[in-house]
């Protein structure tokens, strides 16, 4: 579905236009879960660690939550500081699935070019900041005149969307004030609402069940039709 910008768009003078990375961008919906298994074997090895399977199961996944913090306690490491060595063999590992050519961009992300002429445009992930320029990088995405990921570390886990902290630096980056995020995701129109922009919501094969709790300003089915509703 696209929607007419006219009647939906908040600000008909839009400066800058935001994306999303995983699923928008690069397709897939996110980091394979066995990149995070396999960053915690590494931090686990790298510490010295003996860890029982109970212990692991605790540890596992990708959250900083309490079980992750009661692993961490059973094993007399600080958690802020296991989680964030982590999060560091996280990134490293998803880099390297990246260079070997597992994740590739979607046919339609050559429709950003289109728009550098008339638009600042960033690129905003919860993904780690090193993936995120990485992708940029490998795919030469020079239209995107800024350029964030995450941090990795339990900071960097709290600012992620649908906190609307790494939207907020990207507008102010960017000099904006009417602005537009392009995602694929529910925290992705909540983070946009939270930050004043208009929310585009891109449909691919992972989200076509997905029901929004907040109307986006815009629905499309590919990147090639972001003109026509901004």
Same mark, same amino acid.
């Given at each position: 579905?696209?929607? $007419?910008?006219?009647?939906?768009?908040?600000?008909?003078?839009?400066?800058?236009?935001?994306?999303?990375?995983?699923?928008?961008? *690069?397709?897939?919906?996110?980091?394979?879960?066995?990149?995070?298994?396999?960053?915690?074997?590494?931090? /686990?090895?790298?510490?010295?660690?003996?860890?029982?399977?109970? &212990?692991?199961?605790?540890? %596992?996944?990708?959250?900083?939550?309490?079980?992750? /913090?009661?692993?961490?306690?059973?094993?007399?490491? $600080?958690?802020?500081?296991?989680?964030? !060595?982590?999060?560091?063999?996280?990134?490293?590992?998803? /880099?390297? !699935?990246?260079? %070997?050519?597992?994740?590739?961009?979607?046919?339609?992300?050559?429709? /950003?070019?289109?728009?550098?002429?008339?638009?600042?445009?960033?690129?905003?992930? +919860? +993904?780690?900041?090193?993936?995120?320029?990485?992708v940029v990088d490998r795919y030469d995405l020079t239209a995107?005149?800024? =350029? !964030?990921?995450?941090?990795?570390?339990?900071?960097?886990?709290?600012?992620?969307?649908? +906190?609307?902290?790494? *939207?907020?630096?990207?507008?102010? %980056?960017?000099?904006?004030?009417?602005?537009?995020?392009?995602?694929?995701?529910?925290?992705? =129109?909540?983070?946009? &609402? !939270?930050?004043? *922009?208009?929310?585009?919501?891109?449909?691919?094969?992972? +989200?076509?069940?997905?029901?929004?709790?907040?109307?986006?300003?815009?629905?499309?089915?590919?990147?090639?039709?972001?003109?026509?509703?901004?």
């Open positions: 579905m696209v929607t $007419d910008r006219k009647s939906t768009m908040s600000d008909p003078t839009q400066s800058f236009v935001l994306f999303d990375m995983d699923g928008v961008v *690069l397709e897939g919906h996110g980091t394979d879960p066995a990149v995070h298994e396999q960053a915690l074997d590494d931090a /686990i090895d790298a510490a010295d660690l003996s860890v029982d399977a109970e &212990t692991r199961t605790l540890l %596992a996944g990708y959250e900083y939550d309490t079980e992750f /913090i009661r692993g961490c306690d059973r094993l007399g490491v $600080d958690p802020v500081e296991f989680y964030h !060595r982590r999060e560091q063999h996280s990134a490293s590992h998803a /880099i390297d !699935r990246l260079d %070997a050519g597992h994740r590739t961009l979607y046919p339609d992300a050559d429709a /950003i070019h289109r728009l550098d002429d008339e638009y600042a445009l960033g690129l905003v992930s +919860n +993904n780690y900041d090193a993936v995120t320029e990485f995107f005149e800024y =350029v !964030r990921g995450r941090d990795p570390g339990v900071g960097g886990f709290y600012r992620r969307k649908p +906190n609307p902290h790494y *939207l907020l630096t990207g507008r102010d %980056a960017l000099d904006g004030s009417g602005g537009v995020y392009v995602g694929d995701r529910t925290t992705d =129109v909540v983070a946009a &609402t !939270r930050a004043g *922009l208009d929310a585009v919501f891109v449909r691919r094969d992972h +989200n076509q069940d997905v029901s929004l709790p907040i109307t986006p300003t815009a629905e499309i089915a590919s990147l090639t039709e972001l003109p026509s509703v901004l």
